[in-house]
């Protein structure tokens, strides 16, 4: 194997650490919901190459809004969907588009983009 080979087999092996990082085990920073006046945990996420945040901290038994935004053409992040809940919303692109749920049991719920590359969690406390 010579140089050339060796420097694009490392470069290659990078991307492809990279590409797992980034679509499976980064986390981003974790966010409380904040409450509004009628007492309506609200939470505003960005949808730009993934969810911005993608872990929402919320209290159990309390509703919950959250009031998606996509800020890119991608079809990805043209859908969002929360399994758990029964619930899936389409998001036009640079319009918010409110979701509501009520979340039961303490844990942690994942929402994913129709073809399941983004990835959030909303943790239930």
Same mark, same amino acid.
């Given at each position: 194997?010579?140089?050339?080979?060796?420097?694009?087999?490392?470069?290659?092996?990078?991307?492809?650490?990279?590409?797992?990082?980034?679509?499976?085990?980064?986390?981003?920073?974790?966010?409380?919901?904040?409450?509004?006046?009628?007492?309506?945990?609200?939470?505003?996420?960005?949808?730009?190459?993934?969810?911005?945040?993608?872990?929402?901290?919320?209290?159990? *038994?309390? #509703?919950?809004?959250?009031? /998606? $935004?996509?800020?890119?053409?991608?079809?990805? %992040?043209?859908?969002? !969907?929360?399994?758990?809940?029964?619930?899936?919303?389409?998001?036009?692109?640079?319009?918010?588009?409110?979701?509501?749920?009520?979340? *039961?049991? #303490?844990?942690?719920?994942? /929402? $994913?983009?129709?073809?399941?590359?983004?990835? %959030?969690?909303?943790? !239930?406390?």
């Amino acid at each position: 194997m010579n140089t050339t080979q060796l420097v694009v087999t490392l470069v290659g092996f990078g991307v492809i650490v990279w590409i797992v990082w980034y679509f499976w085990l980064w986390e981003g920073e974790a966010v409380s919901a904040g409450t509004s006046a009628g007492g309506v945990q609200v939470v505003d996420v960005t949808v730009k190459g993934g969810y911005q945040p993608a872990s929402i901290v919320v209290e159990s *038994g309390r #509703p919950l809004r959250l009031n /998606f $935004t996509r800020r890119e053409a991608s079809l990805c %992040g043209e859908e969002v !969907v929360l399994p758990d809940f029964g619930r899936r919303a389409h998001l036009p692109e640079n319009h918010t588009v409110a979701v509501e749920i009520l979340p *039961g049991a #303490p844990g942690e719920y994942e /929402f $994913t983009c129709g073809m399941n590359m983004y990835k %959030g969690k909303l943790i !239930v406390r």
